[in-house]
Nanobody, 124 residues
């Protein structure tokens, strides 16, 4: 059974930084990608950033480019999201997800496994 466990959420002032982690366990994926999504109250779950399993390809939504960085560890079983210069509009529940296959995990409905989510609150 695949488990994705997120950590690193919390409260931060605008302009501050947080680093999210998502550890995957329970299965060895051959071709896969991982993504970070976020969902604010009353809104849809949207992509923040995605990375291929090997770490060679990344994708960012426009609103976080230059501020957020997605990366993986050497074992490729943990994905990180370094978030700098946080804004109040970044506040949401952040979820990590795994999409099996070679296509990046950019669409929520195409992802196969999800973490439980971690809350990010940004005070102005």
């Amino acid at each position: 059974q695949v488990q994705l466990v997120e950590s690193g959420g919390g409260l931060v002032q605008a302009g501050g930084s947080l680093r999210l982690s998502c550890a995957a366990s329970g299965r060895t994926f051959i071709n896969y990608s991982m993504g970070w999504f976020r969902q604010a109250p009353g809104k849809e779950r949207d992509l923040v950033a995605a990375i291929s399993g090997g770490g060679g390809r990344t994708y960012y939504t426009d609103s976080v480019k230059g501020r957020f960085t997605i990366s993986t560890n050497n074992a490729k079983n943990t994905v990180f999201l370094q978030m700098n210069s946080l804004k109040p509009e970044d506040a949401a529940v952040y979820y990590c997800a795994v999409r099996q296959g070679i296509t990046l995990a950019v669409k929520p409905r195409r992802c196969d496994f999800w973490g439980q989510g971690t809350q990010i609150t940004v005070s102005s």
